[in-house]
């Protein structure tokens, strides 16, 4: 009985329900949108850094986690570095940052391979002129770029000579040589990637760095790859918990403001409710029931418009912003829309309950 009379409660004002759920949606939408780029994101750098085939990853002084000075480290370090034991392949990269979340990649491509196999190339080949460029599926798929055409990079016109499959260092790749010289850092270095010859040598090869490298991050792969988390980074974790601190309360001041304004709609309703003998916990119960369905229906066309988003972001951004999808968020974000709706609809439903049914009766 009670089921019935909220469900048509709710289809008798199709606008206000429509309203309710779209609003609630929205901060559930901004929730799982976040987290799933945020999450997607780190695990593409993952992924490309695992494509390299390294197993060692030296640092520059001072750098972070997720940032790196431009091209500090002297490319000599490489011949060193070559010398020591079971060391099989070292090789540098200079990364030259973008507008945005891209940036472009200076490789030996010939040393790249001998560590990683290679690109797989989709369409093209390897450099061929000083003026060409390697893109990946995903920057080619945004630019509409094509092996042969040509794209603009640092104000300049680069050619494409071949598009690879992602997943593989970089989205942007230049000769070393050329972002070196084009950056003033020639002969400097933004990282340094080895490989050795078995995994049980990484360990003792990592030691003996850290004592000759005295202030370098010197990371295995596999520990490096262990910090591209969300928990990881805390201005990330700390701006997803601010968007669902505003989750709540859009969520609370959306069903307030509907169920309060419902309750004054209602009050002819409820007096002859409570007339027939309904409790204030039969009302109340009503009014939390509406706020329920209301955040379920929300938390629905929330997690349909993140799909959404998701697709909009490939076609728009695909090169930039990765946004992985989130399902052990779903509920999460369902509960934190439920709680903000529970919260806006007990106020109303506590005014209601405790209406006089007379008083309400005679309510024009």
């Known amino acids: ?37 945020s999450k997607g994101t780190l695990e593409d750098s993952a992924r490309r850094q695992r494509g390299v085939g390294a197993d060692i990853v030296i640092r520059p002084r001072g750098s972070s986690l997720l940032s790196l000075s431009s091209a500090p480290m002297p490319e000599g370090m490489l011949r060193m570095l070559r010398e020591m034991p079971h060391v099989t392949v070292a090789t540098g990269t200079v990364i030259q940052p973008l507008s945005g979340f891209n940036s472009i990649t200076g490789v030996d ?3 790249f391979t001998k560590m990683s196999g290679g690109f797989r190339y989709l369409e093209g080949g390897p450099f061929a002129r000083p003026d060409d460029v390697i893109i990946d599926e995903f920057y080619a798929r945004q630019e509409n770029a094509h092996a042969g055409g040509t794209i603009n990079l ?58 000759k490298l005295e202030g370098y991050p010197i ?37 307030f403001l ?16 409570k007339s027939l003998g309904a409790s204030r ?31 909009l972001i490939g076609r728009l951004a695909g090169a930039s912003l990765t946004q992985a999808v989130v399902p052990e968020w779903w509920p999460i974000a369902g509960g934190i829309a439920l709680i903000g709706a529970l919260l806006g609809g007990l106020y109303p439903g506590m005014q209601a309950a405790r209406q006089d049914p007379i008083e309400a009766l005679a309510y024009e």
């Open 1 to 37: 009985m009670i089921n019935k009379l909220v469900l048509e409660n709710l289809k008798q004002r199709p606008i206000r329900t429509s309203l309710s759920v779209l609003l609630i949606a929205v901060p559930v939408t901004l929730i799982l949108t976040l987290v799933g780029l």
């Open 219 to 255: 990371y295995p792969m596999d520990e490096l790859l262990s910090y591209f988390s969300v928990n990881n980074v805390p201005m990330l974790r700390g701006f997803i918990h601010v968007v669902i601190a505003i989750g709540i309360i859009i969520g609370f001041a959306v069903v």
């Open 109 to 111: 491509l010939d040393a």
């Open 154 to 211: 640092l104000n300049r016109n680069w050619r494409v000579a071949g598009i690879i499959e992602g997943g593989k260092l970089a989205r942007i790749i230049l000769p070393l040589r050329v972002l070196q010289d084009l950056t003033g850092n020639t002969g400097k270095l933004s990282q340094i990637y080895l490989k050795v010859d078995r995994p049980e040598n990484v360990a003792p090869v990592v030691a003996a760095l850290k004592q």
């Open 258 to 273: 509907s169920m309060y304004t419902s309750v004054l709609q209602r009050t002819r309703e409820i007096g002859i409710l």
């Open 281 to 311: 916990w039969y009302v109340l119960n009503i009014i939390l029931r509406e706020a329920f369905l209301m955040a379920i229906g929300g938390t629905v066309l929330g997690i349909i418009l993140s799909f959404g988003a998701r697709w």
